[in-house]
């Protein structure tokens, strides 16, 4: 069983950066793709990053492009997200998330984690 612990969430101010983690255990070769959600209150959960383990293949949601940079180290089974130029809109709780498959955009994740939250105050 696949389990996702994030962590590093917290509060900053807007402009400033902040950087996720995903600790994943339990994951076998079939569990090749990661990524990141977020779902700020009121709305629906959406599509940030994601990235595939073997071959560091990634996408991005257009609203934080050039902004996120998401990686991944394989000797720690960790997966990153770093956050930069921080504004109000990016508040939510943060999931991480795994899938098998090749497929990278798509909201159909098999595994998540419990979330951390991210707050930007203006």
């Known amino acids: 069983q696949v389990q996702l612990v994030e962590s590093g969430g917290g509060l900053v101010q807007a402009g400033d950066s902040l950087r996720l983690s995903c600790a994943v255990s339990?994951?076998?070769?079939?569990?090749?793709?990661m990524g990141w959600f977020r779902q700020a209150v009121g709305k629906e959960r959406e599509f940030v990053t994601g990235i595939s383990w073997s071959a560091g293949r990634t996408a991005y949601a257009d609203s934080v492009k050039g902004r996120f940079t998401i990686s991944r180290d394989n000797a720690k089974n960790t997966v990153y997200l770093q956050m930069n130029s921080l504004n109000s809109e990016d508040t939510a709780v943060y999931y991480c998330?795994?899938?098998?498959?090749?497929?990278?955009?798509?909201?159909?994740?098999?595994?998540w984690g419990q979330g951390t939250q991210v707050t930007i105050s203006s």
């Open positions: 998330a795994a899938r098998s498959g090749n497929l990278i955009r798509t909201p159909n994740y098999d595994y």
């Open positions: 339990g994951r076998t070769s079939s569990e090749n793709i």
